[in-house]
């Protein structure tokens, strides 16, 4: 069975204490591992999208990373503003994603 | 206007009523699509138009029928919805063939029923 599972539910963090969230997907035939940010009241927005194994994307604070098992998106001394809901989600048809439940991240100042 | 808009942004309905949700996206997309989010859930895919034709229906129950006019948009006619119903439902919009196909989501409409 196709899943997505994201670690830790939530995480709290100082302001300036690097960190990582983890994405771990069983799948057939992955064609794309997505994540997305999701603040309170709003919709996910995107961040980046891997395809392989090795592959990695970086924007500002935020590093994502892919294995053949798992994702890890990497914050170096986030701010107060990174604080959001955190999302995986794997690509398994055209139009079909499967989503993990998501990782809230607050960051403390 | 920019982006993915959703209306209303709130709505409280009872199990008898009937209402609509509507979405709008200014990006000249050709995809797309209806999800429901529950609290601590993950996204659940209802349905998927592209070029207005349905070509994704999620095992969705009756009570929820969707309708796509044009390619700008998308709307969820409800009724007789029942008390688990009830979550943030989010329209998205995509490039249908872009190779990232990323979605770009609406606010989301949160939905009570009871």
């Known amino acids: 069975e196709d899943q997505v599972t994201q670690s830790p539910e939530a995480l709290r963090l100082q302001e300036g204490e690097s960190s990582s969230l983890n994405c771990s997907y069983t799948v057939s035939g992955l064609r794309g591992l997505f994540w997305y940010r999701q603040d309170p009241g709003k919709g996910p927005e995107f961040l980046f999208t891997?395809?392989?194994?090795?592959e990695e994307k970086e924007k500002e604070r935020l590093k994502a990373t892919l294995t053949k098992k798992e994702s890890f998106l990497h914050i170096t001394a986030p701010k107060p503003e990174d604080s959001a809901t955190y999302l995986c989600a794997v690509r398994i048809s055209n139009y079909q994603l499967i989503w993990g439940a998501g990782t809230k991240l607050i960051i403390k100042p | 206007e920019t982006g993915v808009t959703q209306t209303p942004r709130h709505l409280v309905m009872g199990m008898t009523n009937k209402k609509s949700l509507k979405c709008e996206q200014h990006l000249g997309h050709n995809a797309m699509y209806w999800y429901k989010q529950s609290a601590k859930k993950p996204l659940e895919l209802m349905f998927v138009y592209n070029f207005k034709e349905q070509t994704e229906n999620n095992s969705v129950p009756s009570r929820f029928s969707p309708e796509c006019p044009n390619s700008s948009h998308l709307f969820l006619h409800l009724h007789t919805l029942q008390p688990e119903d009830s979550a943030l439902y989010l329209c998205?919009?995509?490039?249908?063939?872009?190779?990232?196909?990323?979605?770009?989501f609406g606010s989301g409409t949160q939905l009570s029923v009871l």
């Open positions: 998205a919009s995509s490039q249908a063939g872009d190779i990232n196909e990323k979605l770009f």
């Open positions: 891997l395809y392989s194994a090795g």
